[in-house]
Nanobody
Framework: QVQLVESGGGLVQAGGSLRVSCVAS????????MGWFRQAPGKEREFVAA?????GRTYYADSRFTISRDNAKNTVYLQVNSLKPEDAAVYYC????????????????????WGQGTQVTVSS
């Protein structure tokens, strides 16, 4: 069991950058493959980025995204560069479960644990 708490969202001007964070508690973050998703109003939750348990592999839906992790701090990060208005959404951190620590997980159905999300708003 792991609890995830996102932070770092806010209002950012289009073209700017933002880094959101996800802190895990309950279990060590190193036990999990991790991912970021986002959900805009009226849309389905969509995949953003994923990372394996030790950061050995990453995968991105867009080249503007960078996912990283610091297992010593039980924290995973998402860096979003060149923000566009279409990037505005609630960004969710997800943990893939203790059996999927070495895999890249690209769908929401592969993740067992979710945070409450952090709102990212982009001004045009």
């Amino acid at each position: 069991q792991v609890q995830l708490v996102e932070s770092g969202g806010g209002l950012v001007q289009a073209g700017g950058s933002l880094r959101v964070s996800c802190v895990a508690s309950g279990r060590a973050l190193s036990n999990y493959a991790m991912g970021w998703f986002r959900q805009a109003p009226g849309k389905e939750r969509e995949f953003v980025a994923a990372i394996t348990w030790n950061g050995g592999r990453t995968y991105y839906a867009d080249s503007r995204f960078t996912i990283s992790r610091d297992n010593a701090k039980n924290t995973v990060y998402l860096q979003v560069n060149s923000l566009k208005p279409e990037d505005a959404a609630v960004y969710y951190c997800a943990a893939g479960g203790s059996t999927n620590w070495g895999r890249i997980l690209k769908t929401r159905y592969e993740y067992a644990y979710w945070g409450q999300g952090t709102q990212v708003t982009v001004s045009s």
